[in-house]
T-cell receptor, first 113, second 114 residues
C-alpha cells in the first residue's frame, strides 16, 4: 500500500494563478483532511471531508476550495493564488468513527511569488 | 473547543540524555491525545496515542507519554535520545463529541547534540 500520496511535491505559482493539489489514499478511509503548515503555527485545518461527496470548512478555509468526488481522492484548489498561501500543504486520512489517528501524506511545498 | 499548548518551541539535548516534551491541553472532558513526529522534509508519523485506560502509553521508537488529568498534560518522554530523534514533535487533541477533527499544538523542535 502506498498510503497517502500527494501530487505535486513542489510548485511555484505567480500571484493570481490557479492550481489544484491532489491527495490520494488507498486505505479505504472515510475521512480526509487538508492542512497547511507554516513556521511557528503548527498545522491548521483548511477543509475536511467525512465521506465521498461531502466537504466542510476547517479553521482557515478562505481562498481554498475542495472536492471529494471519489472516496480515495481529495482535491484542494486555489483559484487565485496569493503570497499568503505560500506554505507546506499536508493531506491526511482516517478510517472514521471516533478520532483515531490520521495518516499523513509527504506534503506539497507551494511558493506563490 | 479544544486547544493544545506546547510551551517549548525548541529543545536541545545531548545524545544519550533523557527527554521530556511538554504538552498541555484544554478540553471539558477526557480527550483523545496524540503525539506525532515530523522528520525534516517529511510528513507526520504517529508516535503514540491515548484513548482510555492505562495513563502511561508506550509508542514507537522507545517513546512513552503519560496522561495526567489533574494537570491537563500529556508529556512525551524518552530515557535515552538518539541522534535520529532530531525532528519536530507535535501534540494533538481530539474531542469525544463525535468530531473527527484534531487540534495540533505548534510543535517542539528537537536538536540532538553528539
Amino acid at each position: 500500500n502506498a498510503g497517502v500520496t500527494q501530487t505535486p511535491k513542489f510548485r511555484v505559482l505567480k500571484t493570481g494563478q490557479s492550481m489544484t493539489l491532489l491527495c490520494a489514499q488507498d486505505m479505504n478511509h472515510e475521512y480526509m483532511y487538508w492542512y497547511r503548515q507554516d513556521p511557528g503555527m503548527g498545522l491548521r485545518l483548511i477543509h475536511y471531508s467525512v465521506g465521498e461527496g461531502t466537504t466542510a470548512k476547517g479553521e482557515v478555509p478562505d481562498g481554498y476550495n475542495v472536492s471529494r468526488l471519489k472516496k480515495q481522492n481529495f482535491l484542494l484548489g486555489l483559484e487565485s493564488a496569493a503570497p499568503s498561501q505560500t506554505s507546506v500543504y499536508f493531506c491526511a486520512s482516517s478510517p472514521g468513527g471516533v478520532p483515531v489517528e490520521q495518516f499523513f501524506g509527504p506534503g506539497t511545498r507551494l511558493t506563490v511569488l | 473547543a479544544q486547544s493544545v499548548t506546547q510551551p517549548d518551541i525548541h529543545i536541545t539535548v545531548s545524545e544519550g540524555a533523557s527527554l521530556e516534551l511538554r504538552c498541555n491541553y484544554s478540553y471539558g472532558a477526557t480527550p483523545y491525545l496524540f503525539w506525532y513526529v515530523q522528520s525534516p522534509g517529511q510528513g507526520l508519523q504517529l508516535l503514540l496515542k491515548y484513548f482510555s485506560g492505562d495513563t502511561l502509553v508506550q509508542g514507537i521508537k522507545g517513546f512513552e507519554a503519560e496522561f495526567k488529568r489533574s494537570q491537563s498534560s500529556f508529556n512525551l518522554r524518552k530515557p535515552s535520545v538518539h541522534w535520529s530523534d532530531a525532528a519536530e514533535y507535535f501534540c494533538a487533541v481530539g474531542g469525544r463529541g463525535g468530531s473527527e477533527k484534531l487540534v495540533f499544538g505548534k510543535g517542539t523542535k528537537l536538536t540532538v547534540n553528539p
